[in-house]
């Protein structure tokens, strides 16, 4: 028990707020059930049997609709100096591969590859990788967490730049698959110029993906 004669030095101040009037979900449906207990602690096998089932119905399809509404959000984002935002930039890469006729799974990470730039830039590469790993190849999942390193090698002139740095994961069984991703879908998908696909042409790949069974 805290006490409360001496609360930890490091409390935070909030500022009060209202209670949410409901936490429920989703409103109106008679069928719909809900736990008999506010903590883990205390549920039982009946409570984990309604969240098991629950969980499929309010989650299915959603994963994909989120995804793709992260992507959406960037749609008219500023350049910060290309000649394309990536938004565009990820539609390229995606198009780029649907034209050199690639797998779905391939299309769909090339679309997906840069999509945590804005929220999570130093670490863009392990979060699509984080967000897709469960449906998708090992080696997809390493090549979008590697992406970046692999990128250097392309940046001739870039200060302090390590273009070899690539270098350390040689042998590695995605080596060439993502030397061969960034050189040709990810390096070179800045062009304003070029003729992407709409995204709505991704959509259904995009859900068929995360409609795979997960992998653990
Ligand atoms: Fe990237
Ligand atoms: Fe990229």
Redesign the pocket.
């Known amino acids: 028990m805290p006490d409360q004669n001496h609360p930890p030095r490091n409390r935070v101040t909030l500022a009060p707020a209202k209670p949410l009037p409901h936490a429920r979900t989703p409103l109106g449906d008679p069928a719909w059930r809900y736990v008999g207990a506010p903590d883990l602690e205390h549920l039982g096998a009946a409570d984990w049997a309604i969240l098991e089932r629950q969980r499929g119905l309010v989650y299915r399809g959603r994963a994909a609709r989120d995804a793709l509404a992260l992507l959406e959000m960037q749609k008219d984002d500023p350049s910060y100096g290309y000649h394309t935002n990536m938004y565009r930039h990820g539609l390229e890469a995606a198009t780029r591969a649907w034209r050199a006729g690639a797998d779905e799974e391939f299309i769909v990470v090339c679309l997906l590859?840069?999509i945590g730039?804005a929220i999570a830039n130093p670490t863009?590469?392990e979060f699509a990788a984080a967000l897709l790993r469960p449906y998708i190849s090992e080696a997809h999942t390493w090549m979008l967490r590697q992406?970046?390193i692999f990128?250097k090698f392309h940046c001739h002139d870039l200060p302090g730049n390590d273009r070899m740095a690539r270098e350390q994961f040689r042998g590695h069984p995605a080596f060439e698959l993502t030397a061969h991703f960034v050189a040709h879908y990810?390096q070179n998908a800045t062009d304003a110029g070029y003729e992407t696909l709409p995204i709505q042409a991704f959509v259904p790949l995009v859900h068929r993906l995360f409609e795979r069974t997960p992998r653990p």
Request: no cysteine; hydrophobic share 0%; proline share 0%.
């Open positions: 590859h840069d730039y863009h590469g992406h970046q990128q990810d």
